[in-house]
């Protein structure tokens, strides 16, 4: 059984960083893609970030590129999301996701991933 659990969330100010983490039970770590998504008030959830190992692939929104780095501890089978520089914009119920049967076109899109964590909430002031 697959399971997902994230933390780090929290409430910061602008210009901060936080750490977020997804740890991961059930799953065969290496074969499985990794992901983030977050989902604003009256928003859509929207992609943040994957990471695929099976695929060799990273991919980023446009919206936290180059502030945002998504990694992973195959020690502790754990996604980590490093948020540096956070704006208001960025608050939101972060999701951690996870595929083992996911293809390469899907790896930014939620239909690609068959388990979801249940979310952790970040606020960012300004």
């Known amino acids: 059984q697959v399971q997902l659990v994230e933390s780090g969330g929290g409430l910061v100010q602008t210009g901060d960083s936080l750490r977020l983490s997804c740890a991961a039970s059930?799953?065969?770590?290496?074969?499985?893609?990794m992901a983030w998504f977050r989902q604003a008030p009256g928003k859509e959830r929207e992609f943040v970030a994957s990471?695929?190992?099976?695929?060799?692939?990273?991919y980023y929104a446009d919206s936290v590129k180059g502030r945002f780095t998504i990694s992973r501890d195959n020690t502790k089978n754990t996604m980590i999301l490093q948020m540096n520089s956070l704006k208001p914009e960025d608050t939101a119920v972060y999701y951690c996701?996870?595929?083992?049967?996911?293809?390469?076109?899907?790896?930014?899109?939620?239909?690609?991933?068959?388990?979801w964590g249940q979310g952790t909430q970040v606020t960012v002031s300004s």
């Open positions: 996701a996870a595929s083992g049967t996911i293809i390469l076109s899907q790896l930014t899109l939620q239909s690609g991933y068959n388990y």
């Open positions: 059930g799953v065969t770590w290496s074969r499985f893609a």
């Open positions: 990471n695929s190992q099976r695929h060799g692939t990273t």
